[in-house]
Structure formats: C-alpha cells, structure tokens
C-alpha cells in the first residue's frame, strides 16, 4: 500500500478492490463503534459493492451493533417505478439492508414518488440537517469528474436539487439496466454544499476509466467543471484507490 500526505488529503492506494472494500468498510466500522448513532452518507454504484459487502462480514465479525446508526443516500433516480430493482432504494435494499439486517427506515433516499420534488428535496436536506449531520460520507466519482449526480458545471453551493443527467452519465450507468431500458435522465441528489458539509469525506476510485477524473479532482484546478475536485477545499478527505486509477496522478 502506498500513503501520500503530501497533499492536504489522504491518499491510499490499494493492490485490489478486494483490499479497498475491506480497508473502507473497516472505517465504516470504527466510527460506528466509536459512536453508535453515526450518520454515514452512502453512495451507489459499483464502486461500492465491495465495500458494503465487507461491511456485513465486518459487523458480524466485530458483533457490532449497528441498530442506532442513520444512513442517508447520495441521490435517486427520477422517474423508475416504485420497486424497480435499479432505483436506488433497491440497489441499497439489496447491497446495505439485507446483509446488514438493518430497518430499511433507517436509510432514508430522496423521495422522488411524490408529485412535488422541491419541497421532497428540502425534507431531504432538513432530514439530513435533524439527524445532526453526516459523519463520514461515502463517495464515488463519476468518469466526468461527478460526485452523486452534481454534473460538471454544477455550482459548488447548490443544495439537495432535481439534476439533468448528461449522455455520459446515463450511458455509463446503461450497465445496470436491462438491454433496451432506458435510464432516467433526472435524479433528485444531494448538492455539492450538502456533500461537502459532511464531516469527512472517503472518495472511493476504481478502475482506469476513473484515472483521468481523479486526476482533475485531485490535481487539477478547484473548479465545478470537475465536481469531485470540492474534496480539495475539504479539511477531512480519504482517498482510497487502486493503482489504474491512481495511475494519472501526480508524484
Ligand atoms: C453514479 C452515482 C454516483 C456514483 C458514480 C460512479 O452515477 N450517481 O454516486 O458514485 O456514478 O458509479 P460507479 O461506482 O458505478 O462507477
């Protein structure tokens, strides 16, 4: 494993995802034995997959209790029926719940079934506001430099909001859906300020196709044309990567 603090943030690079889903869940784990009313933010996406997974062998190993723990979700699609099974409140009754045996009521995600998804996303943003705020928030990057569903060019102040999926986004998530299924073009997601006021942040990259967004978020310029680079004005960022992704950047 390498470490890099030479930058503000904390850098790991790990040999697998096996190793980054362990080295992530076991901080997960930390915190919520430090403090079993922790809110940890969640993201989707198959970064993640190793990471919860981890997790439940983890918490079964340590017999942690993760009973009082909050979870708050990055973003959720608009527009997919209730159930679908890749809304992103499946995904995390699949990948979070189930293997955790946690009460689904315990990880909230934007509610987009309602007719009215401004005032949902203030609830949202008010949910997050009484649980006392995100301990630790969970992130992936998106090939374009995304962080939830803030596309580039989003403002580094905008608040839990409906947001445009781009052509990249939505063909890069095309995976997840079955062929000839169309993947929504809206999701209702937390902002940029709303991420960004978590406690600390783990941004989680895997993968050449992240080497040149990690890149710009880490090395380039702090700008909202690369989302993810909000984790350089960040005061307590993690960033756990494999070598492909890590491969563009600098010393
Ligand atoms: C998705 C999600 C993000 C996620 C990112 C990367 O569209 N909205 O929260 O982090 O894109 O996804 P993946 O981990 O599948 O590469």
């Given at each position: 494993?390498t470490t890099?603090?030479v930058?503000?943030l904390?850098?790991d ?8 889903g ?6 997960i784990a930390?915190?919520v ?7 940890v933010g969640v993201a989707?996406g198959?970064?993640f ?5 981890a ?7 340590r017999e ?5 723990v909050r ?5 959720e ?5 209730a159930g679908?099974?890749?809304s992103?409140?499946?995904v995390?009754d699949r ?5 955790l045996g946690l009460d ?5 995600v ?6 009215d ?22 992130l992936g990057i998106g090939?374009?430099?995304h962080?939830a569903f803030n596309e580039p ?7 839990t ?6 052509v990249s986004t ?5 995976r997840f859906?079955?062929?000839?299924e ?5 999701a209702?997601?937390?902002g940029?300020a709303?991420?960004r006021?978590?406690r600390?942040?783990e941004?989680?990259a ?6 040149p967004a ?5 090395d380039?310029p702090?700008d909202p ?5 909000l984790v350089q004005r960040?005061?307590?960022v993690r960033?756990?990567t494999?070598a492909?992704?890590a491969?563009?950047?600098d010393g």
């Open positions: 494993m890099t603090a930058r503000r904390q850098l690079v790990l040999p697998d995802v096996a190793s980054i362990r080295a992530v869940a076991g901080r930390d915190l034995a430090e403090r079993p009313e922790a809110v989707t198959a970064t997959e190793s990471v919860y997974a997790l439940a062998f983890e918490a079964a190993e942690l209790d993760l009973g009082g979870w708050f979700a990055l973003d699609y608009v527009g997919l029926p679908h099974p890749q992103y409140r499946s995390l990948q979070l719940v189930a293997p689904p009521a315990a990880v909230h934007p509610d987009v079934l309602g007719e998804l401004e005032t949902a996303a203030l609830e949202y943003e008010a949910a997050i506001a009484a649980s006392g705020g995100v301990d630790l928030q969970l090939a374009n430099g962080l060019g989003t403002p580094f102040c905008s608040r909001h409906m947001a445009t999926l781009t939505r063909a890069a998530n095309e859906f079955e062929i000839g169309l993947v929504p073009d809206h209702l997601t937390q940029l709303t991420i006021a978590a600390a942040l941004l989680v895997i993968g050449t196709a992240k080497a990690l890149h710009r978020a880490l380039g702090y044309r690369c989302p993810a680079s960040h005061p307590a960033v756990t494999d492909a992704a491969a563009l950047l």
